[in-house]
Structure formats: C-alpha cells, structure tokens
C-alpha cells in the first residue's frame, strides 16, 4: 500500500489495474533515465485536478520524475502491446516510445493513465530509438489541449520536459518527453492483438476489464459483450462529429489510434481545416487522402468493424448469429453520427428544433463554401456576429439567398434572436490553433528557445468561445494561404 505521507507530499497516488490482464498484453519496462531533465511546460490547472503537488513537480525530483528518471512511488511501468490497421494494412505494434507509469487516482476518485511519451526503446520499438523530439512534443501539448478547451473528448498533456539529449532524424534534434494524461491506452488495435495473438479468454479478460473501468453501466446486462459495442459505436459517433464540427483532421485514423474510451489519441500529423473542401489532407503520409477530413466518418465505421470483429467470440455462441448482431450494431453508426452532427450544425446555424429544410440549408451552405474557398472556422463565426460580409461568399446571389431562407427558418423559432445567437457563440469557436500560428510558437521554442508565443497562444486557446477582443489577431488567416501545408508524424 502506497504510504500516505508520500500521497500527501507529492500528489502521487498510483494504481496498476491494468497488469491484472494476462502479462502478454504487457512488457514490464522502465523508462530510460534523461541525461539532464530541465522542466519546459507544466499544465498546472490539469495537476491540480489529478491531486499533484506543483511545488513538488517543478522541484529536481519532480522533474526527474517527468522525465522517467526517477520512479514515483506506486508506478509499476509498462509498455503495452497492440495490434492496428495502418492505412489499411495490419501489423503488430505496442508502445514502441512510451511507458505507462500507471493509474493516478485522483481527488474526484478518477482512474487516469499517466504516460511518458519518448522515454526509451521498448521491446515494440521496431528497430526506433524509442524517443521524441521537442517540437512535436509541444505540438501534442498544444493541440491536445486546445481540443480539451473545444469541449472534444481527448487524452490530455500534463508536462513536457526536455532530456539533455539529441535526438536523430533528419538532422540532430533536442530530445524531450511528454506525460500524457488518457482515461486509458486501450484500443481498437488492443482488442485486434488479443483476437490474433491471443485465446477467447484473453479477448473476454481484456473486454470485462475495460467494461469495468469505462462502461460500468452495463456490466449485468445479459449481453454485456453486444452492449459494450454499441457503447463504443456510440462514442465514437459523438467524437467523430465533434471533430467534423470544428474542422480537424486527424490525419492517421488507424485503429491503434481509436481509443475505446472515446477519447481523440494520438495527436502526430493532425490539423485544423482553413477552407472547407472535404478533400483537405495535410498528412505528409497519407499520400492517397485515406483519412481525408470527409473520409473521417466513413473510416471510422470501417475501424469499428475491426473492432466488431473481435468481440464475435463473445457475442453470441453461433458465429452466423454473432455476425448478423455485430454488423447491425456497426449499421448504427451512419444514423448515430448523422444525429450528433445534425444537432451540432442546427446549433451552430443558431437553430433550435428540427424542420424539415435544415438539411438542405447546411448542405447548401457547405456547398457554397466549398465553391468559394471559404474559410470553416471564420465563416460560422461571421455568421453568429452577424458580420456576412466577412464571408468569402459576400456579394454573392447564392449566399444572399441562402440568408433569406435562413432568416426565414430563425423567424420561425419561438426563441429569439438572443438565444439563437447564444446558440451560436456556445457552438461556434472563435478561434482554433491555425497552422500558422501553431507553427509560429513550436519555431519560436524550438529555434530561439522563446516559450512566450506558445504561452500567449495557449491562453487565447484555453477560451475559444469567448469572443473577446484579444483573440482577433488570432482570427486572422495567414498573409498567403498556404495550400502545401503538410504535418508529420513525429508525435
């Protein structure tokens, strides 16, 4: 039992439910130990709310602890192992640069992952050194948490640290290690490992215990094994709308990349959409537009197949009757995702209730910003400012048009005007990290050592809906859109 005075002094407060699975979905590993730690970002309201000491994690030790230099009190690390489809094709994968320290039980009783992501070679490193660089570090932690201040589900970034090493690619690099914050590291690609590498018993051991820590809810239904993937369709459903709702895209949506909590993971060559085109693509490596931004859907009902696919031993003893059950749940998720993406667009278009022509009012406008090259996030916003003429589309009979029949589906609602526009603000971000501007902080910190462009766009992120004056130079769109905008996976 971890000793309370230790809890009290440092926050720390582990637990390893996860080593209560059979040990082939883990390998017991330390983190290799950083030759000269030096603390570089601290997320401080996320360590309040995991219980941590601030004055503790900024000390030596502390740092020592981020870093994987030093073992806290309670954590038994390991590098979990993993399965996935990487744009289509499976391979065997696992944490091949991270360590999972273990559980933080939190003040609120929360079970959370604590991983240290480029802390060393794992036995799943595939030939790779096992570490991470400094700027797609500070990538993950911004991104990550702008996607938490935009209300979508995600693993979050509690720390980055620099080791004192470099670190090889193209050209020599600064070395660092990011702690990332999950509800858990199980995936789709967890659940693909135990259906090929492993028994039945497996598949149900790994199945009843993420049922327990995710979805307790069901755990004495009848069928709990059917229910268990309705609930994951479900969530992923809900995210996957998010994420079309505010423009970003992904960028490797592989099944070692969806999370069975419902959580957005893995934050490599991902990116917020400027004109809307549902071709956009910005993955240096997704040479075919496999995970295209209007492609996000569509894979993630193909990933949640694979995922079907392994639970049928559980589903239903008659394997024809497991696969009709498994394949009507999957069936779902079209009518599932176009419900929460409907809700989301009625509600960023400032409408309440349902009518019949609001399908073909978002499709019409959609279509129009395509056409025009309009930017996604500064539309909706224009839109709920009531400034139309800041839209690509101003002086358009199209766009002109389009606003008549709107006015005329808003005159309609018993709510007012207010409200709606309420509606709007509430669902309708003011601003997101821009590639510009995000790449404007990671060269700022990483060439010139100037941490004060990412503090100030993390502040101006931390409050997307608010609307506030210091967040218009944020709005702004860079001086020339750059369309060769690529991103790569070194998260």
Excluded at 8 to 29: A, H, I, V
Excluded at 113 to 142: C, H, V, W
Excluded at 242 to 253: A, D, R, S
């Amino acid at each position: 039992m971890t000793d309370r005075k230790y809890i009290l002094e440092t926050g720390w407060n582990f637990d390893n439910s996860y080593l209560t699975l059979p040990d082939k979905f883990y390998t017991m590993q330390k983190p290799t130990p950083a030759k000269s730690p030096g603390l570089i970002v601290l997320n401080y309201p996320l360590a309040r709310s995991l219980g941590l000491n601030i004055g503790m994690l900024q000390s030596k030790d502390g740092v020592e602890m981020l870093s994987g230099s030093q073992i806290p009190e309670g954590a038994m690390p390991i590098a979990q192992a993993y399965a996935g489809h990487q744009f289509g094709y499976f391979t065997m994968l696992g944490d091949g640069r991270a360590v999972l320290l273990g559980e933080q039980i939190t003040p609120r009783s929360e079970r959370l992952d604590i991983q240290l992501k480029g802390s060393g070679e794992t036995p799943y490193s595939r030939n790779g050194d096992g570490k991470a660089a400094l700027g797609p570090m500070l990538r993950e932690f911004i991104m990550s948490e702008a996607m938490h201040s935009l209300g979508i589900e995600t693993t979050r970034s509690l720390a980055v640290v620099t080791t004192g090493e470099r670190v090889y690619r193209e050209s020599p690099l600064e070395g660092a290690i990011l702690t990332r914050v999950a509800l858990s590291h199980i995936r789709v690609g967890t659940f693909q490992y135990a259906a090929n590498w492993g028994t039945i018993e497996d598949i149900r051991a790994l199945a009843d215990y993420t049922i327990k820590r995710h979805y307790p809810i069901i755990e004495n239904e009848e069928n709990k094994y059917l229910s268990f993937l309705k609930e994951v369709i479900n969530r992923q459903a809900m995210l996957i709308s998010k994420w079309m709702l505010t423009g970003f895209i992904h960028g490797v949506m592989n099944t070692d990349n969806m999370a069975i909590s419902g959580e957005t993971i893995d934050y490599g060559p991902c990116a917020f959409m400027d004109d809307y085109d549902p071709e956009t693509v910005f993955s240096s490596i997704d040479r075919n537009g496999r995970y295209a931004y209007g492609n996000q859907p569509k894979i993630a009902e193909w990933n949640l197949s694979r995922f079907a696919e392994t639970m049928l031993p559980l589903i239903h003893e008659n394997k024809d009757q497991s696969v009709k059950m498994a394949q009507d749940a999957v069936d779902e998720f079209s009518k599932l995702y176009n419900y929460h993406w409907m809700a989301g667009m009625r509600a960023k278009l400032g409408f309440f209730g349902k009518e019949e022509e609001d399908e073909q009012l978002i499709n019409e406008l959609l279509d129009m910003m395509n056409r025009y090259h309009a930017d996604f996030t500064n539309t909706f916003r224009a839109l709920t400012l009531g400034k139309f003429e800041e839209t690509a589309m101003s002086g358009s009979k199209d766009f002109s048009d389009w606003l008549e029949k709107r006015k005329s589906r808003l005159s309609g609602q018993q709510e007012g005007i207010d409200a709606s526009i309420q509606l709007m603000k509430n669902s309708n971000p003011s601003v997101i990290p821009r590639n510009h501007r995000v790449e404007e902080a990671l060269s700022a910190a990483v060439n010139n050592g100037d941490y004060s462009v990412m503090e100030n766009l993390l502040n101006i992120l931390s409050k997307p809906y608010a609307y506030s004056p210091e967040q218009n130079e944020y709005v702004e769109l860079p001086a020339e859109k750059n369309k060769c905008y690529k991103t790569y996976c070194g998260t």
